[in-house]
Antibody
Framework: QVQLQESGPGLVKPSETLSLTCNVS??????????WSWIRQPPGKGLEWIGY???????YFNPSLKSRVSISADTSKNHFSLKMSSVTAADTAVYYC???????????WGLGTLVTVSS | EIVLTQSPATLSLSPGERATLSCGAS???????LAWYQQKPGLAPRLLIY???TRATGIPDRFSGSGSGTDFTLTISRLEPGDSAVYYC??????????FGQGTHLQIK
């Protein structure tokens, strides 16, 4: 059973870069046709897909965030990472990493980590 | 950009009753790439249904999905207190590639 665990700072200052890592166990992020994604949820609100990485290097992003986001993978550590630049208070959210199955659905989720953007 | 609209926003029912949750899409969802998730407070969402009507691993048969094109339904029969949660629909394929509805809050009285 694949398990995912997010880690990273819980507080980021406005205009700085948010950086999170998702550690994966029970499966390899370099497996063929493995898609690994980030999703966020502002407090009390709905879910927003951020982007994914597959085959350890190819990426695809939500157009609304594309200019500020990057996702990378480290196969030696079996983890993938999110960077989001120029954050504002609107980026305050619980950030989830997830594994995409059947290229269309989020089958496995991490527990989530709250990131607050504040000075 | 595709928009998923869920109704009702809130639903309050008693144990043993049946819940019917709707998800309407502003454009046709190709190949029925539509999923349903359950999210309880403080927890990550859990996949319930995918491909509009296929139950995910370990999901009881009280949960069923139906629909096609722009109209989809999640039905929960024989409601239990543990079914209290927010339920989200999610589509794949239209821009943005993945998107979610705003959620339906289901309360079991």
């Amino acid at each position: 059973q694949v398990q995912l665990q997010e880690s990273g700072p819980g507080l980021v200052k406005p205009s700085e870069t948010l950086s999170l890592t998702c550690n994966v166990s029970g499966g390899s992020i370099s497996s063929a046709d493995s898609y690994w994604s980030w999703i966020r949820q502002p407090p009390g609100k709905g879910l927003e897909w951020i982007g994914y990485i597959y085959n350890s290097g190819s990426t695809y992003f939500n157009p609304s965030l594309k200019s500020r986001v990057s996702i990378s993978a480290d196969t030696s550590k079996n983890h993938f990472s999110l960077k989001m630049s120029s954050v504002t208070a609107a980026d305050t959210a619980v950030y989830y990493c997830a594994r995409i199955g059947d290229f269309a659905y989020f089958h496995h989720w991490g527990l989530g980590t709250l990131v607050t953007v504040s000075s | 950009e595709i928009v998923l609209t869920q109704s009702p926003a809130t639903l309050s029912l008693s144990p043993g009753e049946r819940a019917t949750l709707s998800c309407g899409a502003s454009q046709s969802v190709g190949s029925n790439f539509l999923a349903w998730y359950q999210q309880k407070p403080g927890l990550a969402p859990r996949l319930l249904i995918y491909h509009a009507s296929t139950r995910a691993t370990g999901i009881p048969d009280r949960f069923s999905g139906s629909g096609s094109g722009t109209d989809f339904t999640l039905t929960i029969s024989r409601l239990e207190p543990g079914d209290s949660a927010v339920y989200y629909c999610q589509q794949y394929g239209r821009s943005p590639l993945y998107s979610f509805g705003q959620g339906t809050h289901l309360q079991i009285k």
